[in-house]
């Protein structure tokens, strides 16, 4: 059994818009089902005019404990994508948060899906994307399917840097 996991040090924030529906997303690091409850409760409350607030959640470094919720969308639209999301980057101890604004135009399943997982991607991808517009590195290849990789270059020493920003906001986490 490996004694490190991936999670997140602190929270982030993601925004998608599709055909006028708007979903703010939020990453959160979380350690007890009781404490995502409770963010939950906070969010409905600080949110409680959107249409819905889905979320999806993975603790402990076996990856056992878990729940996605779809808060009325379609089953499987939102919190299966939310979770698939925080999956295909095999992270744990992080709860993620969509609210949705409906924007008047049904996006349908298949759309729904799409957005639920974008806005996911966006709240766990934004501060990456901050510290490579900040280090400057070229893109030498990205791709953004079930996993987002992407490939970089950058002079050798100004590497460290880059490495030192990138493992700060990840959070790789060695348990005793």
Known sequence: MSD????????????YKEKG?????????????????????E?????????????????GHEHKEFRA????????????????????RELTDILVIVVRYFGGVLLGTGGL?????????DALMNDVMRIIKDTNPQIVNQTFDNQCTMELSIRKQDAPVLVAKLEKIIGLVIED
């Not at 490190?4 to 925004?15: A, C, D, P, Q, V």
């Not at 529906?21 to 409760?41: C, G």
């Not at 409905?44 to 959640?57: E, I, L, Q, T």
């Open 4 to 15: 490190t996991f991936k999670t997140i040090n602190t929270s982030t924030e993601g925004i």
């Open 21 to 41: 529906s708007k979903f703010l997303s939020f990453a959160i690091p979380v350690r007890h089902a009781d404490e995502v409850k409770e963010i939950v409760k």
């Open 43 to 59: 969010y409905r409350k600080r949110y409680f005019d959107a249409r819905h607030v889905c979320y999806a959640y993975m603790l």
């Open 69 to 88: 919720n779809d808060d009325g969308e379609p089953s499987g639209t939102a919190g299966r994508p939310i979770l698939g999301q925080i999956n295909s």
């Open 113 to 121: 899906v799409v957005a639920y997982k974008e806005a996911t991607a």
